[in-house]
Structures are given as C-alpha cells and as structure tokens.
C-alpha cells in the first residue's frame, strides 16, 4: 500500500521510527532498533489504524506477522461527482517475468487520470487515464532506453498510453471489473481491470480522498510487442505477459469532459 505510514514505539511508548511506504508499497528504513518489545503501527487515509506487537531479538530481526487494516465507512461508496487522481500519491506499475525466475518491476511516473462516481447508478461511472510512456522507470538506464525503443513501448511514435472505461460490473460490496479500452503503440485493446475500493477519508489539505487498487494482466503481443530474446533450454529472456498493479488516491473535484 503505497500510501501507508509505519509508526514504531519502544515499551516506554515512545517513538522510535516513523516510515511512509514507497510507491511499491515498501517501507524501508535503516534504523537500527535495540533488542526488545515495541508497538508497529500501520495508519493510511481511508483505513481505520492497526497495532501490532514485535520482539526484536538479538539478531536484530522482528516477526511482526500480517497487519491488516479495516476500510473506514464499512461499504458506502465515494460522494458522487469527480475526481482528481493524484499522481503524487498514486502509482503505475507493471511487473514482467525474467529469465523464468524471477521478475523485474517498473512504473510509470508521468500520469493523469480522472474519475467521475456516477450519483444514481455506480456502473455508470467513468474512468480515463493518460500516462507518458517515456516515464518508465525500471531503476536501471541501459534497460529503460530499450524499453523505450521502437521494440517495446516505441515512445518516438506512440508517446501516449491511453485507457477510458465502457463499464461496470459489480463483484462483491467493495470490488467491481471495470471494463475498457487500452491504447498502446497505436494498437487499441479491451482490458478489464479487476478493481478494489479501499476508503474515502479526510487528508491534512481540507479535502476527500478516495483509495483504490486494480491489477490487470495484458499479453505483449496484443500491442506488437513481439522482441524477445531465447537463453539457454528455450527459455524466453523476457516473459510473454505483463502484471499491472495501479494504488491509486483520487481527490475529490475537478471532471471528466462529457462522453
């Protein structure tokens, strides 16, 4: 959860670290913590706050075990209306196969979306986004030219990565399939997102915030993506599919132009 705040206390009940999660939703801090009992709490706009006991040994390492927090305001949905998405605290990720063992992560860092909660019926609602495609971060500069090359994402041509919304379709009281189309390297294809809401709190500014999370799988050669390179035992260098995970908080305000 990329906009979770990891607060530590000793037995005394004084804090001794307070960490934000990154935009893969890690929290990581050097602080070197003394053998002992301390309190791990996790808070995030939109969740109710939740504690956690942890004994740091010796070693220095600490088995918090899974904290899960409670969505605020049980099922109810966001006020109707737009809403802004805030890239600043939101994130664009896709994940891909490497080598059949493990993986490499990248985001996008560049990007715009808008929102607007339908007021009768949720399944009207919309959704558009927009993301520069040379924003790709992978973390290492000779891999991020390439995919920015005419063999994968081609940002000379294509420097847009467009989707608008077409539907939606409830799956439970807090999850919906939101069903679009994703424009890429000028091929345009159906993808559906599978959706979670999250909560709709209070942030420090005087406005409201909304909280999802969606995942969807897309296939590279859907988009022309075809480049790949063979290792040993006929293993593929890159994989053929692509994980997309987006956290996203959206600000209540702002629309979308009519359809």
Known sequence: MSHAVVTVTDGTGTQVLRAGADAEGAVRDT?????????????????APAAASAIVTASGRAEVGTVTLA?????????PGPWTVDPAHSSVAAVAQHLGISSVRGRFTEFAALVEIAPDDVSGSRVEAVIRAASIDTGNGTRDAHLR?????DVE??????YR??????????????????????????VDLDLA???????????TRA????????????FAMNYNQVVQAGIAAIGTT???ELDVQAVQGESLPAA
Not at 211 to 222: K, Q, S, V, Y
């Open 31 to 47: 602080t070197a913590l003394a053998p002992g009992a301390y309190t791990v709490v996790v808070t995030a706009v939109g969740y």
């Open 71 to 79: 969505r605020q305001g049980g099922t109810e949905l966001p006020p």
């Open 149 to 153: 090359s005419a063999d994968f994402l």
């Open 157 to 162: 041509r294509y420097p847009e990565i467009t």
């Open 165 to 190: 919304s077409t539907g939606l379709t409830e799956a439970g009281s807090d999850r919906w399939t939101v069903h679009g189309e994703l424009a890429m390297r000028g091929v345009v294809r159906p």
């Open 197 to 207: 809401y999250l909560g709709t709190g209070a942030d420090p500014w005087g406005g």
């Open 211 to 222: 909280a999802f999370r969606a995942t969807a799988g897309l296939r590279r050669e859907d």
């Open 242 to 244: 692509l994980r997309v």
